[in-house]
């Protein structure tokens, strides 16, 4: 059974450093054509991807936001990790990490999202 | 960067009859003999789910009702006979070149 799980600070002020952590179980990111990307939505607004990696490391960054993104990974731990840096008032949105095969780049699993709060 | 628009932005469908939605690339989205458009349901405090891939094919557990269809630039999704429970917001998303999701399509059931 495939399960994904965002984890986040809830709130932060702007100009910091947002940190997330997707921990997933029911697959290994050591499976050649595996890997995990990043969505997110602000409140009552659409899905925009953000950033995935692949299980051989390779990136792949939203052109908008790629100056502010890292994506990286634990493969032991079965864990990816976003940071965004210098956050404003509009990251403020619900993130979704998800499960996504090389094969033809669809997010197949989800996880239940976790709000962050950009506020001063 | 391939942008997608999708059609209408919203529309309400009586109960039993037919809800077309319309997803355009700005560019091809199609090579090799895949088109890579995919469809999500989502639901109010839910996260997306998967309907559609690779245009046409339906995902596992994917009612039936729900179809997909097109090449090229126009994609479009097809559900009849709409049920209650299809209410939702239906996005398209590609993933020809970087990935992209279009802005949506709320679907109420009258």
């Known amino acids: 059974q495939v399960t994904l799980k965002e984890s986040g600070p809830g709130i932060l002020q702007p100009s910091q450093t947002l940190s997330l952590t997707c921990s997933f179980s029911?697959?290994?990111?050591?499976?050649?054509?595996?890997?995990v990307g990043w969505i997110r939505q602000p409140s009552g607004k659409g899905l925009e991807w953000l950033a995935h990696?692949?299980?051989?490391?390779?990136?792949r960054y939203n052109p908008a936001l790629k100056s502010r993104l890292t994506i990286s990974k634990d493969t032991s731990s079965n864990q990816v990790f976003l940071k965004i840096a210098s956050v404003d008032t509009a990251d403020t949105a619900t993130y979704y990490c998800?499960?996504?095969?090389?094969?033809?780049?669809?997010?197949?699993?989800w996880g239940q999202g976790t709000l962050v709060t950009v506020s001063a | 960067d391939i942008v997608l628009t999708q059609s209408p932005a919203s529309l309400a469908v009586s109960l039993g009859q037919r809800a077309t939605i319309s997803c355009r690339a700005s560019k091809s989205v199609s090579t090799s003999g895949y088109s890579y458009m995919h469809w999500y349901q989502q639901k109010p405090g839910q996260p997306p789910k998967l309907l559609i891939y690779l245009a046409s094919n339906l995902e596992s557990g994917v009612p039936a009702r729900f179809s997909g269809s097109g090449s090229g630039t126009d994609f479009t999704l097809n559900i009849h006979p709409v049920e209650e429970e299809d209410a939702a917001t239906y996005y398209c998303q590609h993933s020809r070149e970087l990935l992209t999701f279009g802005s949506g399509t709320k679907l109420e059931i009258k």
């Open positions: 990696i692949w299980w051989d490391d390779d990136k």
């Open positions: 029911g697959f290994s990111l050591s499976t050649s054509g595996m890997g």
């Open positions: 998800a499960r996504i095969g090389e094969l033809g780049r669809w997010f197949a699993y």
